[in-house]
């Protein structure tokens, strides 16, 4: 059975930075693209940040020049470096990874069970 764990969340004042990372774990037989999504109180889901198994990146318009999205192909692992947060980014975040468990499979779409940012003002 595949599962994502988050680990990285936490308080932090705003102008601070916070590292995310997400690791896959499992029946894996391939992981296509990996990303981050957040969603804050009384809000939908929101796209963050994701990337391909080449490495090409697509940011939300709220994370471009702050955020920095990365993975780690070997651990199976994909991170997101967060600087100058605002008390808006204030939010449960969630990694998905679309991967195959078997060669043969179609690709799915697995979700984390998030972790939580909070800044402070």
């Known amino acids: 059975q595949v599962k994502l764990v988050e680990s990285g969340g936490g308080l932090v004042q705003a102008g601070g930075s916070l590292t995310l990372s997400c690791a896959a774990s499992g029946r894996i037989f391939s992981i296509d693209s990996m990303g981050w999504y957040r969603q804050a109180p009384g809000m939908q889901r929101e796209l963050v940040a994701v990337i391909s198994s080449g490495g090409g990146t697509n940011y939300a318009d709220s994370a471009k020049g702050r955020f920095t999205i990365s993975r780690d192909n070997a651990k199976k692992a994909v991170y997101l470096q967060m600087n100058s947060l605002k008390p808006e980014d204030t939010a449960v975040y969630s990694c998905?990874?679309?991967?195959?468990?078997?060669?043969?499979?179609?690709?799915?779409?697995?979700w984390g069970q998030g972790t939580q940012v909070t800044v402070s003002s």
């Open positions: 998905n990874a679309v991967l195959k468990e078997y060669a043969w499979n179609d690709l799915d779409t697995y």
